[in-house]
């Protein structure tokens, strides 16, 4: 038997009501904040994921699925959507509009990592992406689309961390200062840690292995410029004026390079090691690099299946009727070609009918109308056919001797719209 590769996961017809109110709320808030939908390819020029989320990253040096396709070219399944979105943001002259870009996202990405609750190797993400605009109160506002989603989402005991990581100007001191710290302690740092000793120290911070060494570590906040300084405590007063509680962890640097000054992170701490549920920051110079002209940008993801887990958690997805409106039996398949035309007719007035393709036993129709939680049935008789009729039975009533009547056929679904509607 062939199964599905580790680290991805079918998600059943009975798992699909709960994504799809996910995705509806997301859609949503996105579009009473004004974001627009963006769609990019699932996968990209390997250079492009080098140069925008960094060399000495985990995902960069460890989780991507990389390939070289038949044109001798390397091609790699996004492993995020900032890059491709800001790709597509460059590519397509976006920033030649006068207003800034306000994007989100919706779908799978691909890390190769150790599969876990909440965590595959194919997973989904939503994200958004304000480009354009260099504010501190674009940065407020993005976090207060996260937490609003979550919120909505009636998500508790959450707790929202941020921090600022600086900007060019003020992080090369900073930088100094953790080697001068780190450098005793070499031999003790992971193997990991130690490659990013030279290349990039502050990713020592956010290291799960050498966390309780990072944690003595110097603080940014200290070798902050008095721009980046002004920028922080702009976006805790906005925070605070929105009445939303956070905490500033100065070990908080994000899992990606490309981060400026202001990143977060929410955090649900029921779902243990792997608590974050959502995280983003600010990325002034990602446009560039990517080959764009300067343009501040900021945004934040959440990946749906670790989402999706906290809500289950919760008990907070409400249930979902997929159940039809109508099933049509004929018994024995004596009346196939009017049960066929019925069903047709029902569809097409915007009901939600079935009726069984094996055209068995009156007995074995009625079971399949259950199965499928069918609110009524409509059974084509031969005797009430002969009148011009069919048996319509409420299949949801407990009094078994008044939930059928006959109906005509030509009223037929003008009678079912009537009461379907009349239920809801």
């Known amino acids: 038997m062939t199964t599905m590769p580790r680290g991805t996961k079918d998600i059943l017809p009975s798992e699909v009501g709960a994504w799809r109110y996910v995705e509806t709320v997301l859609r949503d808030l996105c579009a009473r904040f ?11 020029h390997t250079e492009l994921f080098q140069r925008g989320i960094g060399d000495t990253t985990d995902v960069v040096e460890k989780e991507m699925y990389t390939f070289t396709d038949r044109g001798n070219r390397s091609i790699t399944l996004r492993p995020e959507n900032t890059a491709s979105a800001v790709r597509a943001f460059v590519e397509h002259k976006m920033y030649a509009e006068p207003d800034p870009a306000k994007l989100f996202y919706i779908g799978p990405m691909f890390r190769y990592d150790r599969p876990q609750a909440g965590r595959q190797r194919q997973f989904h993400q939503f994200g958004v992406e304000v480009l354009g605009a260099p504010g501190p ?7 207060l689309l996260a937490v609003e989603i979550l919120k909505t989402l009636g998500l508790k005991d959450l707790q929202l961390k ?5 900007c060019p100007d003020c992080r090369p001191v900073y930088r100094k200062m953790l080697q001068d710290y780190f450098r005793p302690h070499l031999e003790e740092l992971c193997e990991d840690c130690r490659s990013r000793f030279d290349r990039n120290p502050l990713r020592i911070l956010d290291c799960k ?6 944690a003595g570590a110097p603080k940014l906040l200290d070798c902050l410029d008095d721009k980046c300084k002004a920028h922080f405590g702009k976006v805790q007063e906005l ?6 509680s956070f905490a500033i962890d100065p070990t908080l640097v994000r899992g990606l390079d490309y981060y400026t000054r202001t990143a977060f992170e929410i955090q649900y701490p029921p779902l243990g090691a792997q608590s974050a549920v959502c995280g983003g920051g600010r990325y002034d110079g990602l446009v560039e690099e990517v080959g764009g002209p300067a343009t501040p940008g900021i945004g934040f993801a959440m990946g749906l299946e670790r989402l999706i887990l906290a809500l289950q958690s919760q008990n907070l997805l409400p249930a979902f009727d997929d159940a039809l409106d109508v099933f049509v039996v004929a018994p024995n398949g004596a009346a196939e070609v009017q049960a066929f035309q019925a069903v047709h007719e029902l569809r097409g007035a915007g009901l939600k009918a079935a009726y069984d393709y094996k055209m068995g036993s009156m007995k074995s129709q009625m079971k399949a109308a259950n199965r499928q939680n069918a609110r009524f049935t409509v059974i084509f008789g031969g005797d009430e056919l002969s009148r011009g009729c069919v048996t319509l039975r409420d299949m949801k009533t407990e009094d078994k001797e008044h939930n059928q009547k006959e109906i005509p056929l030509s009223e037929m679904t003008t009678i079912l719209k009537t009461e379907v509607h009349k239920n809801e």
């Open 137 to 143: 109160n674009v940065d407020a506002e993005i976090i």
């Open 34 to 44: 004004g974001f627009q939908e963006i769609r990019t390819p699932m996968f990209e």
């Open 162 to 166: 941020i921090n600022t990581v600086g």
């Open 239 to 244: 925070l605070k004026a929105a009445g939303v």
């Open 209 to 214: 292995t050498d966390h309780a060494l990072a």
